[in-house]
């Protein structure tokens, strides 16, 4: 299964934007990057996904790189409520399985 | 309407004994989940179902059994329980495998 790197942590002021890297370089051509959360006590929550274009919707953008080894989501406005771990994952397009990593712990400052 | 339930939210159970836990969907998805989240967090698939039938077993011990009646419930059951089976436990549904996957609140069991 491929891998995904992510950083441990990440802080950030209130409304400052977020941009949190994950690295997947050994992604194959039908892996789909997926982004989820998990606020505490919560089961994970889904945020954005994409293949190979740049994806935007209410929560969140995600972009990817163009070799597609990389990409970053893009939390426009930190909130309190955006403090969670953030998983970046890769999906293949088979009968395939979300592979959850350690993720990345966002902290959030007033 | 919650999406994703299951019950119970949280289970203290005595080594040895047996435990189920239920889950349905009502978003008409064809792909059921159970993964399991140990106390460092580790979120790790244990099963996936597709239109009730198993698709992925992660060598998880034969005393996990989950049981899919139809495509909106898949239910874990646990013989013999051990303390290590103590941890959270998620249930989740998708449309396919490649598109977003909604999670339920969790099952908190504890062996004790």
């Known amino acids: 299964d491929a891998k995904t790197t992510q950083p441990n942590s990440m802080e950030s002021n209130e409304e400052e934007p977020v941009h949190l890297p994950c690295n997947h370089s050994?992604?194959?051509?039908?892996?789909?990057i997926h982004w989820y959360r998990q606020l505490p006590s919560q089961g994970p929550e889904y945020v954005i996904h994409g293949l190979t274009s740049n994806v935007n919707n209410r929560m969140a953008s995600l972009a990817i790189a163009e070799d597609r080894k990389s990409s970053t989501l893009i939390l426009h406005r930190a909130t309190l409520r955006d403090a969670a771990v953030y998983y970046c994952i890769l999906v293949t397009d088979s009968w395939g399985k979300f592979q959850f990593g350690a993720g990345t712990q966002v902290v959030v400052t007033p | 309407d919650t999406a994703v339930s299951q019950t119970p939210k949280y289970l203290v159970t005595q080594m040895g004994n047996d435990k189920s836990i239920k889950c349905e969907q009502n978003?008409?998805?064809?792909?059921m989940y159970w993964y399991k989240q140990d106390s460092k967090k580790f979120l790790k698939i244990m099963f996936s179902y597709n239109n009730k039938e198993l698709i992925i077993n992660e060598t998880v011990p034969n005393r996990f059994s989950p049981k899919s009646p139809d495509k909106a419930h898949l239910n874990l059951h646990i013989n013999s329980l051990e303390l290590g089976d103590s941890a959270v436990y998620f249930c989740?549904?998708?449309?396919?495998?490649?598109?977003?996957?909604?999670f339920g609140q969790g099952t908190r069991l504890t062996v004790v």
């Open positions: 050994t992604i194959s051509g039908t892996d789909y």
């Open positions: 978003l008409g998805h064809d792909t």
């Open positions: 989740a549904s998708s449309q396919g495998h490649s598109n977003e996957a909604f």
